[in-house]
């Protein structure tokens, strides 16, 4: 499950039914609000923009966000940077991913486009770190075009941009 933090109480109610039913929660965290903090302790994955990060920490190291963001549950956390590409961490250790190049016309969309893409990838069964660059593609061909949707890449485009097929790992149960 995909939220943002902008639902209001209805959506802390459905994130714990959701994670009371097994649902992996991924938290689009944009800006430091209520709304924002209260759903940090129940999402599994926080993908938060540089702005959050250094509005979370006073730090304008990304990597102290996610070591806050770790400590507080998360599984997995993000830290976008635009064109500087993405700062990540898990137990693991920390890892970067870079932004995928293209010729930016509007930028509308894209953290919604980033998000959308290692969401699905996500859940379509690819690591954390596909999952990155499957949302960083994502991002990157939407902004080729004016308008928030109307850039929105297919399947084909990504694939052809990450030159590898999405075709999900086989999740075994």
Wanted: charge should be negative; hydrophobic fraction near 45%.
């Amino acid at each position: 499950m995909l939220v943002d933090g902008w639902g209001g109480p209805s959506q802390g109610a459905t994130v714990a039914a959701a994670r009371a039913a097994g649902i992996p929660v991924m938290l689009d965290a944009g800006s430091v609000r209520d709304d924002v903090l209260a759903l940090l302790d129940q999402s599994d994955v926080v993908i938060g923009s540089e702005p959050f990060a250094r509005e979370l920490t006073g730090a304008d190291d990304p990597r102290a966000a996610l070591r806050l963001l770790l400590e507080r549950g998360a599984r997995m956390a993000a830290v976008t940077r635009g064109e500087r590409g993405v700062v990540a961490a898990t137990a693991g250790g920390v890892f970067e991913v870079p932004a995928h190049p293209v010729r930016a016309v509007d930028t509308t969309g894209a953290g919604d486009a980033f998000h959308g893409g290692a969401a699905w990838a996500l859940a379509a069964g690819h690591d954390f770190e596909t999952a990155l660059r499957i949302g960083a593609v994502v991002a990157a061909l939407k902004c080729r075009t004016p308008g928030a949707r109307a850039g929105l890449p297919g399947r084909e485009a990504v694939e052809t941009a990450l030159g590898a097929s999405l075709t999900p790992p086989r999740i075994h149960p």
